[in-house]
């Protein structure tokens, strides 16, 4: 009797731990899942608030005259391709830092009032990354005995170059220009490969400028260009002379014609040379076209 009653008592008390069992298994999945989609609501309402804030300048978005910025992309490189100086489109941009832009601003790259449809250059493609180093750093500048006597630079040359920078930004007219050294051409032009002239020489052989103009870069910040000049002669034409040992102009210095502005160099190069470029509206063009017979 004792052993009857005991195999009755396992018998009724099985369903009541099956019981149990089904109730704890059920239970688990729906406290799993529940939470799930309260935690993914923050992160969808974060991705809508970033996309209804658009980037500086997003409203004139191929428009004429501006200009998209890419990744990779610095003011230097978007100004040379444009055929500017940084320094007009940070103000033309109001960039309170001119070294930080984003991806997907659009900058305005030719001067407010002009044409864009006339003056609006042609951008190419990135010859490489550029440095994060300061626009505004001031770049090494040769003692004062390596540079030109100042006696040759007309006093009054400056205030005649803005007057001759504010004509029509369409102007086409190509200075008269000279060669930048003495040395022959060792690499010739290429659209894809070599955007302009080499010429091999030794270290401190003089650089010249090949036209009148004002420079609007003097430093190191393009990657491939070493201690890069970059000379402005007038609204379609920039000159670019780049890996030179040392640079004997600054920033804003009005220059003339065959005034030594450089000393060759090897800087971001595998050998001493000036690498030459002329920009019409930003493009490279052939040096050689234009530059007179020897």
């Not at 103000?91 to 006339?118: C, F, K, M, T, Y």
């Not at 990354?129 to 090494?140: G, M, Y």
């Not at 014609?257 to 920009?279: C, N, P, W, Y």
Request: aromatic share 4%; glycine share 8%.
């Amino acid at each position: 009797m004792p052993s009857r009653l005991r195999h009755l008592s396992v018998l009724l008390a099985a369903p009541l731990l099956l019981s149990a069992c089904g109730t704890s298994l059920n239970r688990a999945p729906v406290e799993d899942r529940n939470p799930q989609p309260r935690a993914a609501a923050p992160a969808a309402s974060a991705a809508e608030a970033h996309e209804v804030k658009p980037p500086p300048g997003a409203e004139n978005a191929g428009k004429p005259g501006y200009y998209t910025v890419k990744l990779g992309d610095a003011l230097i490189r978007i100004a040379l391709d444009n055929g500017q100086s940084w320094r007009d489109v940070a103000r033309w941009n109001g960039l309170e830092n001119p070294n930080r832009i984003e991806v997907g601003q659009v900058l305005r790259v030719v001067p407010p009032g002009v044409d864009a449809s006339a003056a609006t250059a042609r951008p190419i493609a990135s010859a490489g990354k550029v440095e994060s180093r300061p626009l505004d750093a001031k770049p090494p500048v040769a003692s004062a005995s390596a540079a030109p006597a100042p006696a040759k630079e007309p006093t009054k040359e400056p205030a005649k170059e803005p007057a001759k920078e504010a004509a029509a930004a369409s102007d086409d007219d190509a200075p008269a220009w000279a060669w930048p050294v003495s040395q022959p051409v060792s690499a010739g032009f290429d659209e894809q490969r070599n955007k302009g002239l080499d010429f091999a020489g030794k270290a401190g052989d003089p650089v010249f400028a090949v036209a009148d103009g004002r420079v609007v870069y003097a430093g190191s910040g393009l990657r491939g260009y070493g201690n890069l000049v970059i000379i402005k002669h007038n609204n379609t034409y920039l000159t670019a002379y780049a890996h030179n040992r040392a640079m004997l102009v600054e920033q804003d210095q009005a220059v003339r014609k065959g005034q030594r502005i450089a000393e060759m160099g090897s800087t971001e190069s595998d050998s001493v040379k000036l690498h030459f470029e002329v920009r019409k509206l930003g493009k490279p063009v052939d040096p050689a076209k234009l530059l007179p017979p020897r």
